[in-house]
């Protein structure tokens, strides 16, 4: 079956600290891959996108992402975090050919330290 | 462009009353699709639409949910009754396309009381 995995519920970084979200996919094909982020009481927002070619895509905000085919993994990075980076983030993953039918993962919520 | 409109924005209302939720895709788009978000169940694809005609519905929780599409700028959701546990955040987005990424609205939070 096809699922999503963000092992971390909540993650906590200092301002200026280096982030990584984690993100596990399982899916029969090759998959479309994205990162949205949710900011409270808004819709979601799309990061990044993975669809084929280079395994290392770069998204809006300073944000990249890395696809493993071997690890099954889409992991979210920035180098420095921002105050405003504060927010929840869900990887997801493209169910056939159709972009917008997504399976979301549970989310990650990102608290950043002054 | 002023992107996906969902209306209203918040809905409260009492167990067993009728609620519908708006959404107007981004021009162009030929794909709409209604999403739920909940704390135990995250983000769960309800139904999807392409070219005004639903495709996949099976994600709707049952018989009192219904979605129509009777053209290409417009998409209801109707609750009807609605029940308590149909509180939730409901998105709804649009896409462009095979494989393209979906826009999503702010979202319409329904509270049944």
């Known amino acids: 079956a096809q699922s999503v995995t963000q092992p971390d519920i909540h993650i906590t970084v200092s301002e200026g600290a280096s982030l990584e979200l984690r993100c596990n996919y399982s899916?029969?094909?090759?998959?479309?891959l994205f990162w949205y982020v949710q900011s409270p009481g808004q819709g979601l927002q799309l990061l990044l996108k993975?669809?084929?070619?280079?395994?290392l895509v770069q998204g809006i905000k300073g944000f990249e992402a890395e696809f493993k085919r071997s690890q099954s993994s889409f992991n979210l990075r920035k180098p420095s975090v921002h105050w405003s980076d504060a927010a929840e983030y869900f990887c997801a993953v493209g169910a056939g050919n159709q972009g917008g039918k997504l399976i979301f993962g549970q989310g990650t919520e990102l608290s950043v330290k002054p | 462009d002023a992107g996906v409109i969902q209306s209203p924005r918040h809905e409260v209302t009492e167990m067993g009353q009728e609620v519908t939720l708006r959404c107007k895709p981004i021009?162009?788009?030929?794909?709409l699709f209604w999403y739920r978000q909940t704390m135990m169940r995250g983000l769960e694809l309800l139904i999807y639409?392409?070219?005004?005609?639903?495709i996949d519905d099976s994600g709707m929780p049952e018989d009192r949910f219904s979605a129509k599409m009777p053209n290409a700028s417009f998409s209801t959701l109707k609750i009807q009754p609605s029940e308590p546990r149909d509180s939730a955040v409901y998105f709804c987005?649009?896409?462009w396309g095979t494989g393209a990424e979906a826009f999503f609205g702010q979202g319409t939070r329904l509270t049944v009381v």
């Open positions: 021009s162009g788009h030929n794909s």
């Open positions: 987005a649009s896409s």
């Open positions: 639409f392409n070219n005004n005609v639903p």
């Open positions: 899916y029969g094909a090759t998959p479309y």
């Open positions: 993975y669809f084929s070619g280079d395994t």
